[in-house]
């Protein structure tokens, strides 16, 4: 034990504001007039008083170390100390505030080495200690009248300390220290904690068991604490202590507080005052930091040692480290969150899609079905769940449904059918079903599926079949070849039918290649037509021959039209090829009767009436001279007959009178009269005639028309068979003075209409070479001819038939710009 | 020149679907003793006149059916050689040119003078008796070479190349009195009286294309 420090009584009264030299020199010793000094340092006096009286304001002085602390700092600054402490009674520990004479470690060690035995008295005095050679006065003084709570030590180098006002100060420094630690303990009620152990240890037992409880609580991974009933935190365990990275006293009491994060500290700090409020244990999370000066995040809980009254005896508590949880929580929340909005949207999706949703169980029994469904069938989705949907799958399906489902989620992980549902409305629509089996995690099946309706489709379909079928059954069945072609012109489709017939391949026939199937004769014209079609974009029929597989050539109708847009442009060419052998083979044929027919019509009455005429003359001339040379040899004296020779004299008279005959009868052809003068229409007249010739018109590249309006009848009096004859002439001879025209149109124009004086007129125009004036004037004359082969009879006679009509035939030029034209008039029936 | 061949009378047929023609042409060519048969046409002739005898055929280019060129064409194609003398109202150039061409003897314009007709028609028969003649010749000469045996054959085509006997002998591995032999009957049956006629027959023979003279 130290010897007791010697205080010096008188020092240790006076009153003194320490190195301050007027308080030295003027004392308050309540002696001697009061001057200016006096009153400032009383003044001074007063505030300090003032001051201390006022440090326990607020929440934080609810701790007692703060008390102590808040004391002491002000002490040794207003004191101007150099060793300032507070001892409290259950703790050797001393706050202290030490100034720059006692701060070396050994003088500090030498003061609390010195000072302690001096505290262990009852009531220790003022006393003098000698630290390094230098004297210190020290004093304590009581917390509380009985120091009941605690010392309040003072000491100075000061000779003249403790003066009164320190002294006074002092006393009022450890009366309100005093008295704000009895409030802070009155408030934390403190009671010791009931042992609830029935055999309480003692002795030796107890302190193993003290030792066991330190080691385990010091030991175990957690970090545990303990605290009064009003929040001072009077125990952290090493682990806390480890982890914090500070002193226990740098965390007791309300040294905790700084190891929260600051933007959980008021949160936290307001949680505990709930928590002690209600005295539940309770949770509360927040993030501490650790030594190395990171934050993790923690969960405080904390529990109530609570007395028989309810009270709260003490509180308990562990930090436990969340920080991975914690974070993996943040995830999971986030993927939540992801996960909800996620859901949400699909279901969005799932509701909004224009098909009829649904999830069914490995048996088919619907599970789900989106809203659509529900509003398809009129009800609410859980109306169609667990085989709900049959009731609006058409009658008729259902069990065809039910063995295609059956089939195919059997075997295979997917499945489609087609059925009736009922609409809203009652009306059965065609939907497609499809779906796919799905195989959780869990191995539990579940099919998805869609169902899409089809009605419109379905109803398209069928028309677009039945349609199909018809065209087909009608390309199948009709004997015609067909085939398309894009736009410019490339071929790029032919049907069965056509490839068959010319026994080619597609390959053959693509782009230009089904040109080879027209005959040699034929191709420029289907070259131009084609042309002339695409230019156009108007189809035009056209008859070509065409190659049979068989190597023969067969006549065809081509005929080919454009499918347009709505902006006139082709989209594609379709075209027909019809067989038309025999129709052309009957049209040629025809032709070919007409086209002898015309030319013995033309022989009988033109150049060769002639030589027909000669030969008729010619035989009896031939018989007439040799019966007359047989004649005259009878009559010969060698062998002189008379009878052979009248016998032959005979026949010459009888062959003499036959030519006659034959002479009299052409004069008679040539200038019969009208034997029959009938009304008839010379247009129809007109017509057949350019029927007849039309092969041979064709033939000779002539083009013939009749001008004007002719379908009107023109009614004539006359016999029809000489009319026709004369046309078929006026028609050939301008035909042929055009035969020599060259590049120069051989165009034949043939007019007819009624005069106003009751005669019909009838006019053959040509662009041939035209007439001389001269040979104009004598053309009608029997055997004058402008043709080199021409025996000058046929205009003749075309005379003697108009003159025999009454009508008159005259010659004049043609209107175009070269030719003749030859017309005639022949008399009106009922003219006047 | 045998001289039952002249004995046969001469034929004309005439050709016309004219009938007073046709009997004019018969009273002419009976006034000059002619035999005359008479046809209206081609068909008829064909189906009823004989052709083994010396003829003429008068002919009218203009028939009815068959003209008369088609029909003297055709007969030129089957090698019949009767001899035809046409005639014809009108005659040009060209028709007289093809008919020339096929063997026509003549061709005339009606009406024909009837000295030109007859003239035309004897000529023709005279020709068709002496192609009848020279066809009888050369097919007795075959018919006698027909009767020679293979070596025959062989030694007449040795002695027409003018060689002998002992040349001939050799070249034919026989003994110049076989080939003696052999010569004799040639001359014998070929009918020859001289080697110089042997030869003369033996060209004939090539001519005519009937014996293989070696």
Known sequence: MPQPVCINRKQATAIGGGQRPRQVRAPVSGEGPIVAEDVDQLRRCVEDVERLTSVCIGRDARDPTYIAEAFLEILVEMLDLDFVGIRFNDTPHVFRRVGSALAPADALQTVLASIDPWLQSEHPQPTRLVVAGVPFAAMALPLGGLASLGLLIAISGRPTFPEAAELLKLRTAAAQASLAMREVREISNRRPPADMRIEKPVGQALAKSEWNLNLIINTIPAMAWSATADGILDFCNQHFLDFVGLSAQELMGLGFHRIFHPDDTEHLLSEWQDIMGSKRPREVEGRIRSASGTYRWFTLRQNPLLDPEGNVLKWYGVVLDIEDRKSAEDALKAARAALLAGEQNLRLIVDSLPVLAWVSREDGSAEFVNQRWAEYAGVEAEALLNWGDFNFYHPDDVERMQRVWGEATRSRDRASLKGRIRRYDGQYRWFFFSCQKITDAHGKVRWVGANVDIEDLQRAEDALRASEQRLKLIIDTIPAMAWSATPDGEVDFWNRNLLDYCG???????????????????????????????????GEEIDGRILRADGQYRWFNLRQNPLLDAHGEVVKWYGALIEIEDRKRTEEELRQSQSELARVARVTTLGELAVSIAHEVNQPLMAIVTNAGTCLRWLDEAQFDLAQARQAAERVIRDGHRAGDIIASIRALACKAPTRAEPMDVRSAIRDVLLVLNGELRRRAVDARVD??????????????????????????????????????????????????GYAHVCVEDTGSGLEPEQADRIFEAFYSTKPAGMGMGLSICRSIIEAHGGTIEVSASRHARGSAFSFTVPMDGRP | MSASADKELPTVYVIDDDASVREALRGLFESVRLLTETYASVQDFL???????????????????????????????????????????????????????????????KPVREQDLLEAVNRAIANDQRHRSERRARQSLLSRYATLSEREKQVMALVAAGKLNKQ????????????KLHRGQVMRKMGAESVAQLVRLADMLRDAGGGALP
């Open chain 1, 504 to 538: 080619l391949s597609f390959d053959d026939i693509a782009g230009e290649g089904f040109y080879r199937i027209f005959h040699p004769d034929d191709l420029e014209l289907m070259r131009e037509s084609w042309e002339r079609v695409r230019i156009t974009r108007r």
């Open chain 1, 708 to 757: 004007g309006d002719q379908r009107e009848p023109l009614i004539i009096l006359g016999d029809r068979t000489q009319l026709q004859q004369v046309l078929l002439n006026l028609i050939m001879n301008g035909v042929e003075a055009m035969s020599e025209n060259g590049p120069v149109p051989k165009r034949l124009t043939v007019r007819s209409s009624a005069q106003g004086n």
């Open chain 2, 47 to 109: 189906a009823s006149a004989p052709s083994n005898r010396p003829c003429c055929i008068v002919l009218d280019i203009r028939l009815p059916g068959q003209s008369g060129l088609e029909f003297q064409e055709m007969l030129a194609k089957q090698s019949d050689a009767r001899p035809i003398v046409l005639i014809s109202g009108h005659v040009d150039v060209q028709m007289a040119v093809r008919a020339m061409k096929a063997g026509a003897v003549d061709v005339l314009t």
């Open chain 2, 168 to 179: 001939i002998a050799a070249d034919v591995e026989l003994t110049e009195a076989t080939v």
